[in-house]
């Protein structure tokens, strides 16, 4: 089945950059599934290109006929919710846990929400399970081709990182124009190797 027919998923762990990434694909020229229902703010200024309906997928996987050709952001525990009965290239973005945990806070205290119970150690160790728990099913299961991309990495070589999304995604993606819209001082919160 080509990557025209396969249903792009952008996923991993809240902050980890998978906004960063639909961006890039939006300017390479994969068409987006999102909505608009969560608007840009000072921590996603260039949006947060979600899409309502895949929070629901498990009781409602009804918008997945429309989204073969394109791309779509879905949190990491979502990937287990999609039908094994369609094809899926996923971009897995990956950020280190101090970062995404010290954006995650900031975030989180902006919105004058509680953050999470757990010590940051054992809220790391949660999300790495969790990461290591859907990375191993989706290797096995044959529907899946996935690809990992480190946030770090498109910051500091955003042509790099853009020619490897795309040669995964078939080849044909703007490279120049997906590059140009990796912003680094939007790049925040920065773990000790950054």
């Avoid at 429309?66 to 999609?82: C, E, N, S, W």
């Avoid at 010590?119 to 096995?140: I, K, N």
């Amino acid at each position: 089945m080509s990557v025209q027919d396969a249903i792009v998923i952008v996923s991993g762990l809240p902050r980890s950059g998978t906004s960063m990434m639909m961006q890039m694909l939006d300017a390479g020229g994969v068409p987006i599934l999102t909505d608009g229902v969560r608007e840009a703010d000072s921590d996603n200024p260039q949006g947060y290109y979600e899409f309502e309906p895949v929070k629901r997928t498990r009781e409602d996987p009804s918008w997945l006929a429309g989204a073969p050709g394109k791309a779509v952001k879905m949190v990491h525990l979502l990937l287990k919710t999609l039908p094994v009965d369609r094809t899926y290239r996923v971009i897995v973005m990956r950020r280190e846990l101090d970062e995404v945990l010290a954006s995650q806070a900031v975030m989180l205290e902006r919105l004058g929400r509680p953050g999470a119970s757990l010590s940051p150690d054992r809220l790391a160790a949660v999300f790495r399970r969790q990461l290591e728990d859907v990375t191993r099913w989706m290797a096995e299961q044959d529907c899946f081709e996935s690809i990992e991309v480190e946030h770090g990495r498109v910051i500091s070589h955003p042509d790099e990182q853009a020619e490897r999304v795309s040669a995964f995604l078939g080849g044909h993606l703007d490279v120049s124009a997906m590059a140009n819209v990796v912003n680094p001082t939007l790049h925040r919160q920065r773990g000790p190797t950054a």
